[in-house]
T-cell receptor, first 114, second 113 residues
């Protein structure tokens, strides 16, 4: 089964960049890499996703290895509000009546120090 | 913007009691989902509804039933609650295409004693 592996926790200093790694060695050619984050007592929130190429949006950047077996979520300047659990997720688009399936890993708990 | 609204936020049940968790979305999304999250774990899919009028089992459907009442509402029912169903339950919705982004509610924290 497809799955992702992440460090359990990471620490960062405020206003410094953060690189959150993820391994997904069993990824298939049609699987997307999604990242969500979950703030305390809230539901997960979409951050970014990609298939093969690196991606940027207003929240973060996603760097995908050439063999697609790993990826890194980059927060360019961490703030205290970025403290959350970050999930690296494989999205399998053809399952569940073409609605797709999100496969969550255990996530990385990011703490940000002032 | 309300997004995905779940009620109740908290609930305590005794073993064998029944209850229904409610979920409504105001984004005109076709697909809706119910997940559970246990301590230290990611989310696991219980049931989903790809469109109004259809529902299907996910990874962990045993002990649950669902109803897609209309396009907006998707409810999850526990007929006879068990301690193993103590968890945090999340509802999510998504539109077809649209980058396959799921929007989640704030969750229902359920304890079964």
């Amino acid at each position: 089964d497809a799955k992702t592996t992440q460090p359990n926790s990471m620490e960062s200093n405020e206003e410094e960049p953060v690189h959150l790694p993820c391994n997904h060695s069993t990824i298939s050619g049609t699987d997307y890499i999604h990242w969500y984050r979950q703030l305390p007592s809230q539901g997960p929130e979409y951050v970014i996703h990609g298939l093969t190429s690196n991606v940027n949006n207003r929240m973060a950047s996603l760097a995908i290895a050439e063999d697609r077996k790993s990826s890194t979520l980059i927060l360019h300047r961490a703030t205290l509000r970025d403290a959350a659990v970050y999930y690296c997720i494989l999205f399998l688009p053809y399952l569940y009546n073409q609605g797709g399936k999100l496969i969550f890993g255990q996530g990385t708990e990011l703490s940000v120090k002032p | 913007n309300a997004g995905v609204t779940q009620t109740p936020k908290f609930q305590v049940l005794k073993t064998g009691q029944s209850m229904t968790l409610q979920c409504a979305q105001d984004m005109n999304h076709n697909s809706m989902y119910w997940y559970r999250q246990d301590p230290g774990m990611g989310l696991r899919l219980i049931y989903y509804s790809a469109s109004e009028g259809t529902t299907d089992k996910g990874e962990v459907p045993n002990g649950y039933n669902v109803s897609r009442l209309n396009k907006r509402e998707f409810s999850l029912r526990l007929e006879s609650a068990a301690p193993s169903q103590t968890s945090v339950y999340f509802c999510a919705s998504k539109n077809r295409g649209a980058k396959n982004i799921q929007y989640f509610g704030a969750g229902t924290r359920l304890s079964v004693l």
